[in-house]
């Protein structure tokens, strides 16, 4: 092409024509991604609007989109169905087994890093590949036999399984950022290594701690196999608690609608506080946030 | 103190790691080993456990229900984790770029794979219902047919896999996403003056910058979906019938429905190797490409 030709058109509509070709594709592009945000969304905004229609707009054939909001599901679910005590059972497990998960797995994260023990990191990396139920039907009997069925310890300790892992992969790239230098200052000021760890260390680390304590709150928060098989009256969790919500007789849209957003709303709040970190602890450290 | 202090020092890297080994070996290696003992064994949860070698593994290899649960659990992965790429490849594609609201949007798409999956499958078994549910209204308003959803046998994977590919894309995408924004700008500004058009480009600069980075989101969700639990067995169950019922859930029924834990144990052994064995493989295939 080297724009010889008498009849080619001037610059000036060369460049017009390239400016609305751009407006087109930029058009199309934002098109796109708004339909992308869409469908991420509507579940979402379903669960949202099942949970504020009464029942005879939510068995409506024709789905009902425009209607008066009522907060009865909301008032029903907590009232009539012990929701608060399901959420305290949820709460306490995932703190639980939060707090254990960092008391375990700081130190071994640290340890991961400074001194390169790269078989640990493996085991504790097959742990988050294995099928989780593999470990429930020993773990089933075992509590069954010391009668620990529906007991926070039953719950909190397979819990664990999930967080523990998750903890030390992310503090294992954190702990690798801090400077060595700053421990061995430390050391020559005649600290010992554990007053190095707990006095220079895990204050640099705090917000890893922040995003590793967070991100298994959640994982133990919606966690649903274990705490299926593992929890009873006094201990069920929300998830399995809505579960058995659509196991009694006749569904009520609204109630489910209500328990979802119930369910799901401290997550997104704990998700907004942490987020450049949620792909991370998703991905076990194989990508950095 | 000192030497006690000193004593813990020379063996830091032993002791610091000591409590989660031990957390380990008592939470996860135990219940594995108990898992092989479990399989020699005929035992019904609360009965007497009678040794019987290997006829657990013999009536697992005869066993259509098993064959059927591996059918299914290969059905689903492997529908769901290609489709789950190529839709996540498109959004970190289209995410790649600078435009308002973009921090929003990456933080719209975390939200399908952070929420409670039980409560995203329940939603999810609403908008599936057959009668009342929305999406059957969308497809009539699109003058399509209405469908069955899980409630027909043939669809109750596909089904399953629409769910699981709009929960994990984003996934794929951010992984993508944070591979492309280390591909260096001067190839493409090079590719440009060659005269590349944008999807030259893409195949020839983004696809090789971001390989290794596909094969880990691959291997990361070929793990994840092959044990998939929460939103299989909210939803269907593993039904109609047994049409979506994978090995992982089938091991559930027969340890916590039928209660015969020393078969369930056995197809627990299968399910693990063939996630780790799965596992294993793929990361083979990712040292090669990189």
Redesign the interface.
Same mark, same amino acid.
């Given at each position: 092409m080297s724009g010889i030709a008498t009849n080619a058109p001037s610059p000036s509509q060369v460049a017009a024509r390239a400016r609305r070709l751009k407006l087109v594709k930029t058009v199309g592009?934002?098109l796109?991604?708004a339909v992308?945000?869409v469908?991420?969304?509507f579940?979402?905004y379903?669960?949202i609007l099942?949970s504020l229609r009464s029942q005879v707009d939510?068995?409506?054939?024709?789905?009902v989109w425009v209607f008066t909001p009522t907060l009865e599901n909301y008032q029903n679910v907590i009232a009539r169905n012990n929701f608060l005590t399901f959420t305290w059972n949820s709460f306490v497990v995932a703190a639980l087994s939060t707090g254990i998960g960092l008391?375990?797995?700081l130190?071994?994260a640290?340890?991961?890093a400074? %001194?390169k023990?790269d078989g640990?990191a493996l085991?504790?990396l097959?742990?988050r590949?294995?099928?989780? @139920? &593999?470990?429930? /039907?020993?773990?089933?009997?075992a509590f069954?036999a010391l009668g620990l069925i529906d007991t926070y310890l039953a719950l909190t300790?397979?819990h664990?399984?999930v967080g523990?892992p998750l903890i030390?992969w992310i503090m294992i790239s954190f702990f690798e950022g801090v400077p060595q230098d700053l421990e061995e200052a430390a050391f020559v000021d005649g600290a010992?290594?554990?007053g190095a760890?707990m006095r220079v260390i895990l204050p640099l680390s705090t917000p890893g701690i922040v995003a590793a304590s967070i991100l298994a709150f959640?994982f133990s928060?919606?966690q649903?196999?274990f705490s299926l098989?593992l929890s009873g009256p006094n201990t069920r969790p929300?998830?399995?608690a809505?579960?058995n %919500?659509?196991s009694y007789g006749q569904i009520d849209?609204g109630g489910?609608?209500a328990?979802?957003?119930l @369910? &799901?709303l401290p /997550?997104?709040i704990l998700?907004?506080i942490i987020?450049r970190w949620?792909?991370t602890g998703?991905?076990?450290g194989?990508?950095?946030? | 103190m000192k030497t006690a202090?000193?004593w813990?020092?020379r063996h830091?890297?032993l002791l610091?790691?000591l409590?989660?080994?031990l957390?380990?070996v008592v939470?996860?290696v135990?219940?594995?080993v108990?898992?092989f003992v479990?399989s020699l064994y005929d035992y019904f949860?609360g009965g007497r456990a009678f040794f019987v070698g290997l006829e657990n593994y013999q009536r697992a290899a005869t066993d259509p229900r098993v064959w059927n649960g591996i059918k299914n659990t290969f059905y689903f992965t492997f529908t769901a984790v290609p489709l789950q790429l190529l839709v996540g490849i498109g959004?970190a594609v289209?995410?790649n770029?600078d435009?308002p609201g973009k921090g929003l949007?990456?933080?719209?798409?975390?939200?399908?794979?952070?929420?409670?999956?039980?409560?995203?499958a329940?939603?999810?078994?609403?908008?599936f219902n057959p009668?009342?549910g929305?999406l059957n209204?969308f497809l009539e308003t699109l003058g399509l047919e209405r469908s069955l959803w899980v409630a027909q046998s043939s669809l109750a994977i596909p089904s399953l896999v629409l769910v699981d590919t709009?929960q994990w894309s984003?996934?794929i995408a951010?992984?993508l996403l944070?591979?492309m924004q280390g591909v260096p700008t001067e190839h493409y500004e090079a590719a440009r003056i060659d005269g590349a058009s944008g999807w030259q480009s893409f195949w020839h600069i983004t696809i090789p910058g971001i390989r290794s980075?596909i094969v880990?989101a691959l291997i990361?969700r070929a793990?994840d979906a092959?044990?998939t639990?929460?939103i299989i067995?909210?939803i269907t169950e593993g039904g109609p019938g047994t049409a979506s019922e994978t090995l992982?859930v089938l091991?559930?029924k027969t340890?916590?429905q039928f209660f015969h834990?020393g078969y369930?144990?056995t197809l627990?052994?299968f399910?693990?190797f063939l996630?780790?064995g799965i596992?294993v493989l793929l990361n083979a295939v990712r040292r090669r490409t990189t």
């Amino acid at each position: 092409m080297s724009g010889i030709a008498t009849n080619a058109p001037s610059p000036s509509q060369v460049a017009a024509r390239a400016r609305r070709l751009k407006l087109v594709k930029t058009v199309g592009i934002y098109l796109l991604i708004a339909v992308v945000l869409v469908i991420m969304l509507f579940p979402f905004y379903w669960m949202i609007l099942t949970s504020l229609r009464s029942q005879v707009d939510n068995v409506s054939r024709v789905p009902v989109w425009v209607f008066t909001p009522t907060l009865e599901n909301y008032q029903n679910v907590i009232a009539r169905n012990n929701f608060l005590t399901f959420t305290w059972n949820s709460f306490v497990v995932a703190a639980l087994s939060t707090g254990i998960g960092l008391v375990l797995g700081l130190p071994a994260a640290y340890s991961i890093a400074r %001194f390169k023990q790269d078989g640990l990191a493996l085991a504790i990396l097959i742990a988050r590949l294995t099928p989780y @139920i &593999t470990y429930l /039907v020993p773990w089933y009997l075992a509590f069954r036999a010391l009668g620990l069925i529906d007991t926070y310890l039953a719950l909190t300790l397979t819990h664990l399984i999930v967080g523990m892992p998750l903890i030390v992969w992310i503090m294992i790239s954190f702990f690798e950022g801090v400077p060595q230098d700053l421990e061995e200052a430390a050391f020559v000021d005649g600290a010992t290594r554990i007053g190095a760890f707990m006095r220079v260390i895990l204050p640099l680390s705090t917000p890893g701690i922040v995003a590793a304590s967070i991100l298994a709150f959640i994982f133990s928060w919606n966690q649903f196999l274990f705490s299926l098989v593992l929890s009873g009256p006094n201990t069920r969790p929300v998830p399995v608690a809505v579960f058995n %919500f659509i196991s009694y007789g006749q569904i009520d849209f609204g109630g489910l609608g209500a328990a979802a957003v119930l @369910i &799901t709303l401290p /997550v997104v709040i704990l998700t907004l506080i942490i987020q450049r970190w949620i792909v991370t602890g998703l991905t076990m450290g194989a990508v950095k946030g | 103190m000192k030497t006690a202090n000193s004593w813990i020092d020379r063996h830091a890297r032993l002791l610091f790691p000591l409590p989660a080994i031990l957390a380990i070996v008592v939470l996860i290696v135990a219940p594995v080993v108990t898992n092989f003992v479990l399989s020699l064994y005929d035992y019904f949860v609360g009965g007497r456990a009678f040794f019987v070698g290997l006829e657990n593994y013999q009536r697992a290899a005869t066993d259509p229900r098993v064959w059927n649960g591996i059918k299914n659990t290969f059905y689903f992965t492997f529908t769901a984790v290609p489709l789950q790429l190529l839709v996540g490849i498109g959004i970190a594609v289209l995410f790649n770029r600078d435009f308002p609201g973009k921090g929003l949007a990456r933080t719209i798409i975390l939200l399908p794979m952070v929420a409670t999956p039980v409560a995203i499958a329940l939603i999810w078994a609403l908008m599936f219902n057959p009668s009342l549910g929305v999406l059957n209204y969308f497809l009539e308003t699109l003058g399509l047919e209405r469908s069955l959803w899980v409630a027909q046998s043939s669809l109750a994977i596909p089904s399953l896999v629409l769910v699981d590919t709009w929960q994990w894309s984003p996934m794929i995408a951010l992984i993508l996403l944070a591979a492309m924004q280390g591909v260096p700008t001067e190839h493409y500004e090079a590719a440009r003056i060659d005269g590349a058009s944008g999807w030259q480009s893409f195949w020839h600069i983004t696809i090789p910058g971001i390989r290794s980075a596909i094969v880990v989101a691959l291997i990361l969700r070929a793990v994840d979906a092959l044990k998939t639990f929460d939103i299989i067995y909210v939803i269907t169950e593993g039904g109609p019938g047994t049409a979506s019922e994978t090995l992982n859930v089938l091991a559930f029924k027969t340890g916590f429905q039928f209660f015969h834990a020393g078969y369930a144990a056995t197809l627990l052994i299968f399910l693990m190797f063939l996630v780790l064995g799965i596992a294993v493989l793929l990361n083979a295939v990712r040292r090669r490409t990189t």
